[in-house]
Structures are given as structure tokens and as C-alpha cells.
């Protein structure tokens, strides 16, 4: 079974930067984060294909978050710039470990508040 480890995320101020990192402890086809601020649903902002080398985002972050990764690390890196206080929420990586699967691998989510 695949586990994911997250790190980074913590109390940073509006304008600033946070960089999130997640490494699986197996092969994974996909990986991504998610996140779910209190009363709101969990939503995808960004994820990479280990089979294509595509990378999603979601618009809501689209041109303050960069996602990079190294497939033969099984890691991500999630690059946030910008931060606004309605980016506060708990930030979950996940992974596919099937091709054609749904996320079926979750980290233990990380906080990340930002402060106005």
C-alpha cells in the first residue's frame, strides 16, 4: 500500500509564498493536491501526470502555483506565490496508484493559514 508523507504549510502572511512537498512511498501515476477550507467542499487545484508530463490547475490558482516533480523520487512540489487569506485551508496531497484510477492515496493533509 502506498503512503504518502507531506510537509511544509503553516501560518504565512497575505503577498507571501509556501512551499508544500509530498513523497509516496511507491509508484503512483498521478499526484496531485487538494484542499478544503472549513464549510467548502475539497477541491483539486493542481496535479501532474507521471505518464504524460501534464500538469493541471485549477483557476482559482492558476498563475500563483507552480507544481514540479521528480517521478524518481515519487515527490511533488507545490510552489505557492501570492497567498490571499481565502487560500487558508488544509492542503491534502494525493495519488493514483493506477492508471485509470480515482485518487485512492491520501496524506494526512498539511494547514496552511494566511493571515491578512
Known amino acids: 500500500q502506498v503512503q504518502l508523507v507531506e510537509s511544509g504549510g503553516g501560518l504565512v502572511q497575505a503577498g507571501g509564498s509556501v512551499r508544500l512537498s509530498c513523497t509516496a512511498s511507491?509508484?503512483?501515476?498521478?499526484m496531485g493536491w487538494f484542499r478544503q477550507a472549513p464549510g467548502k467542499e475539497r477541491e483539486l487545484i493542481a496535479s501532474?501526470?507521471?505518464?504524460?508530463?501534464?500538469?493541471y490547475y485549477a483557476d482559482s490558482v492558476k498563475g500563483r502555483v507552480t507544481l514540479s516533480g521528480d517521478n524518481a523520487k515519487n515527490t511533488v512540489y507545490l510552489q505557492m506565490n501570492s497567498l490571499k487569506p481565502e487560500d487558508t485551508a488544509v492542503y491534502y496531497c494525493?495519488?493514483?496508484?493506477?492508471?485509470?484510477?480515482?485518487?485512492?492515496?491520501w496524506g494526512q493533509g498539511t494547514q496552511v493559514t494566511v493571515s491578512s
Open positions: 494525493a495519488a493514483r496508484s493506477s492508471i485509470y484510477g480515482r485518487y485512492d492515496v
Open positions: 511507491g509508484r503512483t501515476y498521478n
Open positions: 501532474i501526470s507521471w505518464i504524460s508530463s501534464t500538469t
